[in-house]
């Protein structure tokens, strides 16, 4: 966990550790991540995501998840084919 005691936007020495559920949207399906910890300005609200709360986040996303690609198959007739441009000139 990153140790931030400045906020890198304001300035200000009121930035601190917070733990939050943290909701948010990817083509309008929303999602959540609790217990999200994360640093927070008191003054200008900023936040500042550690790379373990970035992939926290990044594994509830929907932008993230794995995509189930179904088999395909393709036929192609024997009499389309040019047997011409198989074989060697």
């Known amino acids: 966990m990153l ?7 304001c300035g200000s020495d009121k930035i ?3 733990k939050r559920d ?8 929303s999602y959540t ?7 927070e300005c008191a003054d200008c609200n900023e936040k500042v995501y550690d790379r373990q709360a970035i992939q926290r986040m990044q594994k509830y996303s929907p ?3 794995k995509k189930r690609h179904s088999k395909v198959t ?5 009499e389309r ?4 441009e198989l074989q060697p000139a």
Do not use: D, M, N
């Open 33 to 39: 991540v609790l217990g999200l910890e994360y640093y």
């Open 63 to 65: 932008a993230f998840a």
């Open 74 to 78: 393709v036929t192609i007739p024997v």
């Open 81 to 84: 084919l040019v047997l011409s």
């Open 22 to 29: 943290w909701t948010s949207q990817y083509r309008g399906q």
């Open 16 to 18: 601190k550790l917070v």
């Open 3 to 9: 140790k931030i005691t400045i906020c890198p936007t």
